[in-house]
């Protein structure tokens, strides 16, 4: 049984920073493709960023690009995001999400293609 547990949210103000972590539990962290995703009232569950299983490829919704950085640490079974530069529009639940992909460097985009996912945190970027 996987459990991711996301945390890291808050307020903030608007151009100031937040880190998101997921620590993971239950199987072998590197055998697992992760992302974040982002939800609001007004929209479903959105593409934030991915990372493939060992992190070396990382893809990034054009919203966030050169704002956000997504990383992990596999000795940890940790997943980071570092939200820089923060907008009003950023504000949403931020839920992170695995996949297994045993041996592929493999970066996956779509809410369809996660397994597991974590209870989300809550962001809010006031302006």
């Known amino acids: 049984q996987v459990i991711l547990d996301d945390s890291g949210g808050g307020l903030v103000q608007a151009g100031g920073s937040l880190r998101l972590s997921c620590t993971f539990s239950g199987r072998a962290f590197s055998t697992f493709a992760m992302a974040w995703f982002r939800r609001t009232p007004r929209k479903a569950r959105e593409f934030v960023a991915a990372?493939?299983?060992?992190?070396?490829?990382?893809s990034y919704a054009d919203s966030v690009k050169g704002r956000f950085n997504l990383s992990r640490d596999n000795a940890k079974y940790t997943l980071y995001l570092q939200m820089n530069s923060l907008k009003p529009e950023d504000t949403a639940v931020y839920y992170c999400?695995?996949?297994?992909?045993?041996?592929?460097?493999?970066?996956?985009?779509?809410?369809?293609?996660?397994?597991?996912w974590g209870q989300g945190t809550q962001v809010t970027v006031s302006s």
């Open positions: 999400a695995a996949r297994v992909i045993a041996l592929e460097e493999v970066i996956f985009e779509r809410t369809t293609d996660y397994d597991f």
């Open positions: 990372i493939s299983r060992s992190g070396t490829d990382t």
